[in-house]
């Protein structure tokens, strides 16, 4: 009688938030797991073939065995995805920025591979969202995330006024996020919409040298200058 075969584990494999030197953020743990493991599930494959080239210049290209999971990837490839697990072999989950599964496509990944009786393995490395929470000073007890918000920009207004709300009422911090070319339109809907005693906190380009985090009460907000688009950031408001 042949012995079962010892499935894979998943290595949750974190990627930086910039174009700044991976071993700055990450720990040579991620070196390590990325220099035994070939295959692979990411977003984006031009993306996570430069990665790994950057982690480990000399590591074998061709080796490589990528399955994508995005917006275009459908239930039924999605259910071949962890094969290579099951048949034995170590894989890796790569987001485009940041932890896969937060804020993240992976995160369907993550729960098939329960349901299968993979072991799930997360790594260590840069979340913009726990950071900026981190680094607001507001409440790091009780906070939510929350996403992008509507593009429409009266449903923009009325979702930031009920996160005003709930944050009241909670005593809970409200995390979330813009499209990178749509911030400073955001800033602008927040300054206007929020009250003046409400505290908002604007991190952008965290990990990267040109970092920015800011909280301020949104009348001390008013007359502040910032530009930040096409900057990846976070939003955070609290209200006392």
């Excluded at 490839?77 to 993240?104: F, Q, T, V, W």
């Excluded at 009422?169 to 995390?175: A, N, R, T």
């Amino acid at each position: 009688m042949s012995e079962p075969i010892l499935k894979g584990n998943l290595y949750l494999i974190p990627t930086r938030l910039g174009e700044n030197s991976p071993l700055e953020v990450l720990p040579i743990s991620v070196k390590k797991v990325i220099g035994v493991v070939n295959d692979y599930i990411m977003e984006n494959e031009k993306v996570g073939r430069a990665y790994i080239k950057r982690i480990l210049p000399n590591k074998s290209q061709q080796a490589l065995q990528i399955q994508l999971i995005n917006k275009f990837t459908n239930e039924i490839e999605r259910k071949d995805h962890l094969n290579p697990c099951l048949a034995g072999r170590h894989m890796g989950l790569l987001s485009d920025a940041g932890c896969p599964g937060i804020a993240d496509p992976g995160a369907d990944i993550v729960a098939m591979a329960h349901e299968k009786g993979i072991k799930v393995i997360p790594m260590v490395g840069p979340s913009s969202i726990l950071m900026a929470m981190m680094s607001s000073g507001l409440n790091g007890q009780n906070f939510a995330f929350n996403g992008y918000l509507p593009i429409d920009a009266s449903e923009r207004k009325k979702a930031i006024k009920a996160l005003e709300r709930r944050s009241k009422e909670l005593g809970q911090s409200q995390i979330f996020m813009e499209t990178p070319y749509r911030n400073d339109k955001m800033l602008h809907t927040l300054r206007s919409t929020l009250s003046p005693e409400t505290m908002l906190c604007v991190a952008t380009d965290i990990t990267l040298p040109t970092e920015m985090i800011v909280t301020k009460r949104i009348a001390d907000w008013k007359d502040k200058v910032l530009n930040l688009h096409k900057r990846p950031t976070i939003f955070i408001l609290h209200k006392r």
